[in-house]
């Protein structure tokens, strides 16, 4: 069986410093996250590939399990 991140967990993911002056594909990241505006909050389970996403943008975000 593959390795997965503890299941049925999820992720509250709040957007808290504006994406302007970093690099696209940062700001493309924010968008695949469901992210629109600034303080917005979305739920996603915990993954592996959610996990890669916030790693890459972690300093634009405020994560909370």
């Known amino acids: 069986m593959p390795k997965q991140a503890t299941s049925g967990k999820t ?3 709040t957007w808290v410093k504006s994406d302007i002056g970093f690099p696209k594909d940062q700001k493309a990241t924010i968008k695949a996250l469901g992210l629109r505006r600034l303080h ?3 739920e996603h ?4 590939a959610l ?4 790693n890459k ?3 634009l975000l405020k994560i909370e399990e």
């Open 11 to 13: 992720l509250r993911v």
């Open 57 to 59: 943008v972690v300093h």
């Open 45 to 48: 389970k915990d993954t592996p």
């Open 51 to 54: 996990r890669g996403m916030l």
């Open 40 to 42: 917005q909050t979305v």
